[in-house]
Each structure stands twice: as C-alpha cells, then as structure tokens.
C-alpha cells in the first residue's frame, strides 16, 4: 500500500490545482475574508473529501468486487467527464481571467466558514467522481478495497489541505501577481491538460 501512495497524492495534487469550486472558493476567502478566513474553508473541503471517501469505500468494496462490468462503466463515465471537464475549462480561456473566477462574498466566522468549504466540496461532482473513479484504481490487489478506497481519501485529503494552504500564503504574499489575468489564464490552461492526462491514466487502467 506505501507503494502506490506517491503517484496517487500527485495525481490527487493535480485534481486539487484544477479550477473551479474548491480553487475559487479558496481564493475568494483569502483574498476578501483573508487567511483565518481560508483556512477554516479549507477544513471544511478536507472534511468532505474524507466524506466522499468514506461513501465510496462503503459502497464500492462490494460492487467492484463482484463486477467486472461495473468498474468498466464507472471507469469510462469518469473518462468521459474528465473529459468533459477539461474542454469547459479549456472554453474559460476565452475570458478575462480564464477559470479562476472569484466573483462572490467570503465568510468569514468559523462556522460560517467550515460550512462553506464543506458544502463547496460536497456538491463538487469533480470530488465524487475522482472519489468513485480514481481511488479505487489505486488500491492493490489483495488489499482490502474499501479500507484501502479510505486510506488514500485521508491522503487525498491531506495533499488538498497541503496545496490550499500553499495557495492561501501565496495570495497573501502575491496577490497582485495572481490578480493579473495573464497568470490566471496560463493556470487555467495548465490544468486543463493535467486534467487530459488524468483521463489517459484512467482509461488504461485495469480491473483489480
């Protein structure tokens, strides 16, 4: 299982760095709410991201088990959302600022805050599917799936946390660096063919 941890927290890395929900909703509570703000945001995402894991641990364990045909179909939606999803963001780059969009208010109480990182994560369709998708592929063979489906979620959760708190001193020491649109563009770009190379790893995955 030590083994396998490597590629899966930078493939869980590059999903993290990918705009949209979890990304803007970062930036927005650092840049309006500022960093106490973010950080209690970040929590909240990290909670559910362990959320999601646990539900696919629990609910894959025994399917994938038993079904060949499953994995395959589960495998190919998720390929095909991926790339789905790098097409759109691949389309922001006709605006101004690319995908990284923060055009919202920021919460900035504790609970306030947790509660917006949290629900920002449970109704990202990105984190159910890498949850449903891509952990499951990571998990060796003999080990058991759902545990190991979990194990990597706490993983996954700790590289996101890493990242976001990378990303909330970065716009506390550059803020007008990242306010450039020509920068926020070139990520936009950069992420959008990480998210290409997640569905190639996907769809030459086998079952377990």
């Not at 990918?18 to 106490?36: D, E, F, N, T």
């Not at 696919?56 to 060949?68: E, I, N, Q, T």
């Not at 700790?158 to 649109?181: G, M, Q």
Request: proline share 3%.
């Amino acid at each position: 299982m030590l083994s396998v941890i490597p590629a899966f927290a930078l493939t869980a890395l590059i999903l993290a760095m990918v705009p949209g929900q979890g990304v803007a909703m970062v930036l927005r509570q650092s840049l309006v709410g500022g960093r106490s703000a973010a950080f209690y945001s970040v929590a909240g995402n990290s909670t559910g991201l362990l959320i999601w894991g646990a539900m696919s641990g629990v609910g894959l364990s025994a399917v994938f088990a038993k079904s060949h045909l499953a994995f395959n179909i589960l495998k190919w939606c998720g390929v095909i959302f991926l790339i789905i999803l790098s097409g759109q963001t691949l389309w922001q780059l006709r605006k101004e600022f690319g995908k990284f969009d923060i055009d919202s208010g920021a919460k900035t109480s504790f609970f306030a805050a947790y509660r917006l990182g949290l629900l920002t994560n449970l109704t990202n369709v990105k984190a159910a599917v890498f949850a449903v998708a891509f952990i499951p592929q990571f998990v060796p063979k003999g080990f058991n799936l759902g545990f190991g489906i979990f194990l990597l979620a706490c993983v996954q959760a700790t590289t996101s946390t890493l990242w976001y708190t990378s990303l909330i001193f970065a716009v506390h020491k550059s803020s007008i660096f990242l306010a450039r649109p020509a920068v926020r563009r070139s990520l936009t770009a950069i992420s959008a063919i990480g998210i290409i190379f997640l569905a190639i790893g996907l769809a030459v995955t086998s079952p377990r």
